[in-house]
């Protein structure tokens, strides 16, 4: 932070995640969905201070402390894939998408030369990225098709986890359901796919389990089957974001999320929170899947 103070984006998340299984990461925008994936990926700024661990496999290296070297060999676009956020800042500017597509390819699959071209157009259908643009620049390209043009890089390694930020942004609905769609395949073909986004319409069509995110931390982890449909979810912030649907109730949550700075002594989310007792100025300690201290019983019943 400006003036040298640390906050904790990320705080005490703990979480597993099976081949053939997607979880979708859902939470108001500044919650750490970002700053999460960015550790996994060994990503953060030089001055990020991470502790903890995360494997891919039980044998494997801990991602958060194997060094440049090893993650860019052998980790990220192989066993590790992502689809940024920002897309235009992972695409090389001076190449067109093409160049990209084809060197991606080549590296991870070993594609001969003869063989790159139609190897390339492929990759680019996959995520319905036109081919009549393949030879633009990412500047000549709209938000939404530098998104597409990141999905496809992202899906050339079929790698064993993807790790999808805000894979939707800026697209048509109908193309939302494709991208979804592509997606879910990779899950269905025995992979993992961590999703993050605002979406949940999107997370309801693709994810097997949901956990939600409050300042830093997972409040709420639990099967996406429960939590969107009966019993409905158990956090009464998850409760809150589902009823400031459109489709739903439509009613925003009061208030803004904590400064990260100035996070509350107990639940953060206490201020915000309708249900909120004396308890809540103590930390919850998550109990089956939820941090709160009055979780919601089968309310909707
Ligand atoms: N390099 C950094 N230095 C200081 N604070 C940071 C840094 N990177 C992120 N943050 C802070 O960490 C918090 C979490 O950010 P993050 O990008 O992970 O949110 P997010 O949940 O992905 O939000 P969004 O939905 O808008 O993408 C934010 O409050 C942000 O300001
Ligand atoms: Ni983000």
């Known amino acids: 932070m400006p003036g040298g103070r640390d906050v904790a984006a990320v705080d005490g998340v703990s979480f597993d995640l099976a081949a053939g299984e997607c979880l979708a990461l859902v939470g108001e925008s500044g919650c750490g969905k970002s700053v999460l994936a960015s550790a996994l990926l060994g990503l953060l700024p030089a001055n990020a201070m991470v502790r903890g ?11 958060l402390t194997a060094d440049q070297a090893t993650l860019s060999r052998t980790v990220r676009g192989r066993r590790l894939g992502l689809i940024p956020q920002s897309p235009s800042a992972h695409l090389t500017p001076v190449r067109t998408v093409r160049s990209q597509l084809e060197e991606t390819v080549r590296e991870i699959t070993g594609v001969r030369r003869s063989g790159l071209r139609a190897a390339g157009e492929r990759a680019a259908e996959r995520a319905a990225f036109p081919l009549d643009h393949l030879d633009r620049h990412p500047h000549q390209l709209s938000g939404g098709l530098a998104q ?21 942004t800026g697209l048509d609905r109908d193309l939302v359901d494709r991208t979804v769609d592509e997606l879910r395949r990779h899950v269905d073909d025995g992979r993992a796919l961590l999703v993050i986004t605002h979406d949940l319409a999107a997370a309801e069509r693709i994810a097997d389990r949901v956990a939600v995110m409050y300042a830093g931390r997972i409040v709420e982890l639990t099967g996406a089957d429960a939590f969107f449909g009966d019993p409905g979810p158990r956090h009464p912030y998850a409760a809150g974001l589902l009823d400031a649907l459109p489709e739903r109730a439509f009613t925003p949550i009061p208030g803004m999320p ?44």
């Not at 995360?54 to 801990?62: E, S």
């Not at 109990?287 to 309310?299: I, L």
């Open 148 to 168: 597409r043009a990141a999905t496809a890089l992202a899906l050339v390694g079929d790698a064993p986890l993807l790790i999808a930020d805000e894979p939707t």
């Open 53 to 63: 661990g995360a494997r891919l496999a039980p044998d494997g290296p801990d991602l």
């Open 258 to 301: 904590p400064e990260l700075d100035a996070l509350p002594a107990g639940c953060a989310f206490a201020p915000r929170c309708p249900a909120a007792t004396e308890a809540c100025g103590a930390p919850p300690t998550p109990t089956g899947g939820v941090a709160c201290h009055h979780p919601r019983e089968a309310a909707r019943a």
